[in-house]
Nanobody
Framework: EVQLVESGGGLVQAGGSLRLSCAASGFTSDNYIIGWFRQAPGKEREGVSCISSSDGTTYYADSIKGRFAISSDNAKNTVYLQMNSLKPEDTAVYSC?????????WGKGTLVTVSS
């Protein structure tokens, strides 16, 4: 069974940094994409960043480009989201998902709160 567990959220002041982790288990192959999404109160879920396990290709939403960085540690089956220069508008529940073919798996999310 595929499981995704996020960690690293918390309260931080504007301008600060956090590193989120998404620990994956249960994958039977290396060919998948792991992404980070966020949902702020009263807003739709937004794709933030993703990384391909096969070739390391990354994607970043314009809203976070230049401030966030996604990386993976295949030995630990963990994907990280380094978030720098955080803004109050980055406040949201951050969730990771994994896509393999037509299968999509989600973690439960971790709350990031950025105070002004």
């Amino acid at each position: 069974e595929v499981q995704l567990v996020e960690s690293g959220g918390g309260l931080v002041q504007a301008g600060g940094s956090l590193r989120l982790s998404c620990a994956a288990s249960g994958f039977t192959s290396d060919n998948y994409i792991i992404g980070w999404f966020r949902q702020a109160p009263g807003k739709e879920r937004e794709g933030v960043s993703c990384i391909s396990s096969s070739d390391g290709t990354t994607y970043y939403a314009d809203s976070i480009k230049g401030r966030f960085a996604i990386s993976s540690d295949n030995a630990k089956n963990t994907v990280y989201l380094q978030m720098n220069s955080l803004k109050p508008e980055d406040t949201a529940v951050y969730s990771c998902n994994a896509v393999k073919g037509d299968m999509v798996y989600w973690g439960k999310g971790t709350l990031v709160t950025v105070s002004s």
